[in-house]
């Protein structure tokens, strides 16, 4: 693997939790949904008729043992391949609990970041179009620290 350009780090930001209504932030969970990404899986799920992981695609275990700070593509672990209902209710809960930074009220933001309450591992999810809706992938522990706008909770 050559040498990438690290990520950009986002611009320090207010979560959505303190600069948003609790019914406002519900009102986005309300019509969020997960649609994934081809780019982020090695098996069909959610409607994705082919999985094509990008090149250099690994999972968080292989990147975090080989301590590999921002890897071109992580895809997500195969404990969601069956769970479309529980990712979506994953990032409607991260929307209600505003772990993201908005463009204002209504908006559905760009960008948002949950931790797996199974498991210690957090994700990005973006919004795509079209389809309206999320993909996600799971980020190092590197990522978290210094790659978020805010702290975590």
Not at 42 to 60: C, D, H, L, Q, T
Not at 101 to 118: H, N, Q, Y
Request: glycine share 6%; with cysteine.
């Amino acid at each position: 693997m050559g040498f990438t350009k690290p990520r950009p780090r986002p611009a320090k930001g207010q979560p959505a939790a303190e600069t948003l209504s609790a019914i406002e932030r519900e009102a986005l969970a309300k019509d969020a949904r997960y649609v994934g990404s081809p780019h982020h899986t090695n098996v069909p799920k959610f409607g994705i008729k082919k999985a094509a992981p990008r090149s250099g695609a690994m999972g968080i275990e292989q990147a975090e043992a080989e301590k590999i700070k921002n890897p071109d593509c992580l895809i997500c672990p195969s404990k969601w391949i069956h769970r479309h209902k529980d990712v979506t209710k994953l990032l409607q809960n991260a929307l209600t609990a505003g772990t993201y930074v908005t463009d204002g009220p209504g908006i559905m933001p760009v960008r948002l970041w949950v931790r797996d309450p199974e498991e210690d591992i957090v994700y990005e999810a973006k919004l795509c179009e079209p389809p309206k809706g999320y993909k996600a992938y799971p980020l190092t522990s590197y990522q978290v620290a210094y790659n978020l706008p805010f702290v975590l909770p």
